[in-house]
């Protein structure tokens, strides 16, 4: 009974013990990616303007200007192409008045 399952969690502990040495013994073949200290990632394209700030700057730039062109975009669908799924309702009332 007691001695089994002292076993079963020594056994365990074991096998945990073994993954994590093997984990530290990845090699790192690129400190400038992977560290350890300061990492080194030079970011290029549209993405760089936020990448290279403050990450919570960054991020709350581009949460914003998500937002702005998101808004910008369904504003200029309903104004624009008029918001066809409602204009077909009141054309069909015009047609079909309620009685």
Do not use: C
């Not at 990845?26 to 290279?52: F, T």
């Not at 077909?88 to 309620?98: G, H, L, R, T």
């Amino acid at each position: 009974g007691l001695a089994t399952e002292s076993r079963k969690n020594n056994n365990s502990k074991m096998q945990a013990t073994r993954i994590l040495k093997e984990a530290g013994r990845v090699i790192n073949k690129n400190p400038y990616l992977y560290g350890p200290g300061p990492v080194m990632r030079k970011p290029s394209g549209l993405s760089s303007w936020y990448a290279n700030q403050d990450p919570v700057t960054g991020f709350s730039w581009a949460a914003a200007h998500g937002i702005v062109i998101s808004l910008a975009g369904g504003l200029a669908y309903k104004y624009l192409v008029l918001d066809p799924e409602i204009k077909a309702i009141e054309d069909y009332y015009v047609e079909n008045p309620p009685k």
